[in-house]
């Protein structure tokens, strides 16, 4: 079965400071990748996505992640923290024929003014 | 604009009674899924249904049944409540596998 690691459950960052949640995977076939994100008393929401084109994925509100398949990572970042940005992120793969997704444990972004 | 609607969002249960979590989606999607989130373990699937008229388990189904009743509504049953149970659940849809998921905003269930 397919895995996510995410590094850190927490974590810090000043605003306008670059923001980087870590993500690693474990998947015997090329996967497809997901990043979520959880505010407050809400549902996940979809960040961007990764199935198999483009190697660097832009999505909302300014994210961006790289699939890097020699290092079974595909890392969320953003070049400046918003206040806004203050929620806790998910990083997700593919399983069992691409039938469903596997979460991992979450990373919740703080933001310090 | 409804997307995913999940009904009730906040439910208090003795321990030993049943109920049952409804989820409606309006966007024609094949698969819906259950999922419960607990703190420090990120998002488990309890049961999914890849398409109309199929279910299949998931990671964590032991004390859960599902039912699809239609392409629209998927819903999740607790037959006897467990304090272990108490979690928050969300149901998604999808598509299909090139998308990804809508969420609801999610069921707070507390069994005491």
């Known amino acids: 079965a397919q895995s996510v690691t995410q590094l850190g459950s927490h974590v810090s960052v000043s605003e306008g400071a670059l923001v980087l949640l870590r993500c690693n995977y474990s998947?015997?076939?090329?996967?497809?990748l997901f990043w979520y994100v959880q505010y407050p008393n809400q549902g996940l929401q979809l960040l961007l996505k990764y199935t198999s084109a483009a190697t660097l994925v832009k999505g909302i509100n300014g994210f961006e992640a790289e699939f890097k398949k020699s290092e079974t990572s595909f890392h969320l970042t953003k070049p400046s923290a918003h206040m806004s940005d203050a929620a806790e992120y998910f990083c997700a793969v593919s399983d069992q024929g691409f039938q469903k997704l596997v979460f991992g444990t979450g990373t919740r972004l703080l933001v310090s003014p | 604009n409804a997307g995913v609607t999940q009904t009730p969002k906040f439910q208090v249960l003795k321990t030993g009674q049943s109920m049952t979590l409804q989820c409606a989606q309006d966007m024609n999607h094949n698969s819906m899924y259950w999922y419960r989130q607990d703190p420090g373990m990120g998002l488990r699937l309890i049961y999914y249904?890849?398409?109309?008229?199929?279910?299949d388990k998931g990671e964590v189904p032991n004390g859960y049944n599902v039912s699809r009743l239609n392409k629209r509504e998927f819903s999740l049953r607790l037959e006897s409540a467990a304090p272990s149970q108490t979690s928050v659940y969300f149901c998604?849809?999808?598509?299909?596998?090139?998308?990804?998921?809508?969420f609801g905003s999610g069921t707070r269930l507390t069994v005491v």
């Open positions: 249904s890849a398409s109309e008229g199929t279910t």
């Open positions: 998947s015997s076939v090329p996967p497809y």
């Open positions: 998604a849809s999808t598509p299909d596998r090139d998308y990804g998921y809508t």
